[in-house]
Every structure is written in C-alpha cells, then in structure tokens.
C-alpha cells in the first residue's frame, strides 16, 4: 500500500542556517514525488516535483530510490520559508498520497 | 488563470444537520478531487472525478458523504447526518489530466466545524 511519511512535525532553524524536511515512502510502483507547502492563510500550492529536477525558491529534492526518501533541502533558510510542508506520492490514475505535514519555522 | 474557487469559506453545524460545499475547478481541467483535511493530519482524498466519472471514492464514508459532478465543470460534496469526527477542513483540487505527473491545483477549502 502507498504510503508517506514525514518523521517530524515541526522543526525550527534559524534564519541562514541549512534545513533538510524529511520525507520517506512506500510504494511497490515507480513513485512520482512532489512537495507542496502552504503559507500562512494561504492555499496549498506546489513547490516542487521530482521529474522537474529544479530548484525552487532555493529548494530541492532528490528522490533516492534505495533509500525510499525524497528529502526538501535548502542551504541558506530565509524567513519567508516559514510554512507547512507535504510531501506527496502521485500513483496510478493521479491519486495523491500525502504525509501528515512538518512546519517549519525559521527564527530571526 | 484564474484558481479552484470553493465556497463557503466556513461553516458551523450541530451533529445530525446536513451540509454541502461546492467547487469550482480551474477551467479546463477534466480531474477534480475532494480531500478531507483533519487538524494535524495531511489531506485524504474522500473522490476523485474524471470528467463527470467517478475514478475513485473508495475511502468515501457513502452512508453520509455523497459527491456529484453531473455536468464535468463544478462538484458538490454533501454530508448528511454529520458527526463530530466530521469536523475537517475540505479541500478541492483539480488536476489537467488524469496522467502521472499533473499536479494538483487547491482551492482555499472549507473549514467546517460539527458542534
């Protein structure tokens, strides 16, 4: 069965620091991951997605099949990083799977 | 472009009342999904439609839940009786095609709470 999993719920790093969001996955298929991150009263958008291989806003992600993960990295975290973040697992049809989320925090 | 329109934003109802919400998807996109959104939880899909095709209610509660999309543009997603346990925030989302890899576009959803 597809299932993702986000080990921390929240995390907080400060501004400038290196933060890595942790996703790891299940799925006996080939997974199309993706990252989506939802701002402070705004809607759930997407951020990133494997296939692209492209950095956005700073981030990136790279599906690790051996180790079933597809970990959001960023060098340098800004303020503006501020949110909640999911990751997704896309399977067959479009269904979408999603973590239960980590918040991240950036302090000043 | 414009975005997945939802309505209403919020909703409050006792246990037993009957509730609807109504999405709009952005226009053009044939795959339209309702997610349940419980606090602390991430979103679980309740439907998925292709054009106005179920593809995928399998984790739809159909004693109370019921979904329609009769003419493949805007949905609605009804609960009657609710519950408590009902309490969520609900989510649509549309999708350009049903292959791998299209995104998922999120309306603002609909906070709704079951007193």
């Known amino acids: 069965a597809q299932r993702v999993t986000q080990p921390e719920k929240l995390l907080s790093v400060f501004k400038g620091a290196p933060v890595e969001l942790k996703c790891n996955y299940s799925?006996?298929?080939?997974?199309?991951l993706f990252w989506y991150v939802q701002y402070s009263r705004q809607r759930l958008q997407l951020l990133l997605r494997?296939?692209s291989r492209e950095s956005i806003k700073g981030f990136t992600a790279d599906l690790n099949k051996g180790e079933t993960s597809f970990h959001l990295k960023k060098p340098f975290a800004q303020e503006e990083d501020s949110a909640m973040y999911y990751c997704?697992?896309?399977?067959?049809?479009?269904?979408?799977?999603f973590g239960t989320g980590t918040s991240l925090t950036v302090i000043p | 472009e414009a975005g997945v329109a939802q309505s209403p934003r919020y909703k409050i109802i006792e246990k037993r009342q009957s509730v609807a919400f109504w999405c709009n998807p952005i226009?053009?996109?044939?795959?339209l999904y309702w997610y349940q959104q419980i606090l602390g939880q991430g979103p679980k899909l309740l439907i998925q439609?292709?054009?106005?095709?179920?593809?995928?209610d399998s984790q739809l509660p159909k004693d109370r839940f019921s979904a329609e999309r009769l003419k493949g543009v805007d949905s609605t997603l009804k609960i009657q009786p609710a519950k408590l346990e009902d309490s969520a925030v609900y989510l649509c989302?549309?999708?350009?095609?049903?292959?791998?890899?299209?995104?998922?576009?999120f309306g603002n959803g609909t906070r709704l709470t079951v007193t």
């Open positions: 439609f292709q054009n106005n095709g179920v593809v995928d």
């Open positions: 494997h296939i």
């Open positions: 997704a697992l896309s399977a067959t049809g479009n269904q979408f799977y």
């Open positions: 989302a549309s999708s350009l095609e049903i292959g791998y890899n299209s995104p998922l576009h």
């Open positions: 226009s053009g996109h044939a795959t």
């Open positions: 799925y006996s298929g080939s997974p199309e």
